[in-house]
């Protein structure tokens, strides 16, 4: 984070008032901060893949200075980890798709125009990209057969052997061959953005475009009348490749969930955007629904993996939707190659979606059996309360070490003494660690963020071991001077943390001190 500062004061010429952690996507290992000057502001990136960096870097360059609505690039550290980037908002394309799920909106006129900007976007886009130089991309430079081979072994292991449903080896990897062949048919001389989904396109209304200094007005916007604009992130896996495959990975997302209709509608509009016509939309349509298929396989074993092996609750819930996505593919849009055991995979299973439940519900006998037995365990470990109780507590080490009235004994005591002390400034006096001034100031320091990540590691072993052997209490405190900043907020932080990682986790929080 010291850093980060150097590089905004020497890109902005004044100070960093204020650097604040902001979130990451779950599947890198980049770590994002939020830098705030007197008339200034940016994102700053801490990430170790050089690699993948100098990708990043490079895609940045080429794409905006070609007019593409993605964040420009301001300052790279010399060291290529450290470097600075446009602050363009928390509100996602999917974001606010689900905004308008909760509110019982959904897919209105607006999204219809978001999605539709976002496609022509994405024909600018790939186009732009072409000429690139891919020798720095990464993993590969081209969505090779290699790289189709990496999708649909992660859909084998990840998903068909982690849940166990019944295959032939030999004539599903000749269906992988046979699939290979007809996905490189297809036109592979564009930029393959490789993770053009909703929640990687930011929507900025254009009253808040002010905030930026050098926002680039989109040329391309066809929709002034929404008073918002769209700019595109996460594009470092990008490599040459066919454009079918974009547009299957935003039509198809699994967790957004579009009705076939509107799918097709999108896919009519950028086609028109591409002007496809005739012979040459019907080839471009037959290839695309090919890409379809390799990308729903391909989150089947990244949901298998991070749902069914790491047991995170957002991948579980979108197996269910992917799977419903993969039978009505097969269903209504039948491949022109002949891929037997797929088909037989998927057509054996004649799974139906339970969208109340999130559960995948079979209509006949199945090797889909395994996994609804294993979606009915999971999603019942989500909604039904657990005996175990995390009691989270904060206290003073000049009144004591905390007490254990469980009777259990045992437990966790982490001592905050070593963190940065807001205490020792006359303007924090008066708060305490749940008050926003002392949040922001320790939300500032690395150390705390560090300090935290290893606390949560640490407790997270014991809960998922708990859990296991059904034991009901384990107790967790935070100790500083005085009681009242930085072990309440450490104490907060981690209980929100294990709230959302365990959702039928009884979690209690108390402060000794300020209770």
Known sequence: MERLKELFAAWSGEPCAECLAIGASSASARRYYRLIGATRRCVGAVA????????????????????????????????????????????????????????????????????????????????AGADMDFSVAYPRPAFDRRSIFWDLNYFKYHFLKLIDIPFDEEPLENDFNTLADKLLSADCNYFLYRDFNPRNIMVIENSKLKIENSLPHNKNSQFSILNSQLF????????????????????????????????????????????????????????????????????LGAYGYRGLFQRKPYFIQSIPLALNNLRNLLQDHPLPISIPEINRIVSSGQCVVDSSRGQ?????????????????????QLSTPSPLTVSVSSFSYKQGLPEDNSGNGGGHIFDCRALPNPGRYPEYKTYTGKDRPVIEFLQREEAVAIFLGHAEAIVSQSVDKYLERHFTHISVAFGC??????????????????????????????????D
Request: charged share 20%.
């Open 48 to 127: 170790d893949n050089l690699t993948e960096n100098r990708a990043f870097f490079a895609y940045s360059r080429h794409l905006h200075a070609k007019g593409m609505p993605v964040p420009e690039l301001y300052l790279v550290d010399s060291d290529e980890r450290h470097y600075l980037q446009q602050d363009l908002g928390d509100q996602s394309l999917y974001g606010l798709l689900y905004e308008k799920k909760q509110k019982g909106g959904g897919f209105d006129a607006e999204m219809l125009a978001l999605y539709r900007q976002a496609l022509a976007d994405l024909a600018a886009i790939q186009q």
């Open 232 to 299: 595109y992130i996460d594009y470092q896996g990008g490599r040459r490749g066919a454009a079918q495959y974009d547009v299957a990975s935003l039509l198809y997302s699994a967790k957004s969930d579009l009705p076939e209709p509107i799918r097709r509608e999108l896919l009519g509009h950028y086609l028109d955007v591409r002007g496809l016509n005739g012979d040459a939309r019907r080839e471009w349509t037959d290839q695309y629904y090919a890409y379809v298929l390799v990308r729903i396989l391909q989150t």
């Open 360 to 380: 995948v519900l079979p209509t006949t006998h199945s090797p889909l059996s395994a996994l609804n037995s294993q979606l009915s365990t999971l999603n019942s």
């Open 481 to 514: 001077t005085g009681g009242q900043h930085r072990s309440v907020y450490c104490a907060e932080q981690l209980a929100a943390r294990l709230r959302q990682r365990y959702q039928t986790v009884n979690v209690v929080v108390t402060h000794r001190e300020q």
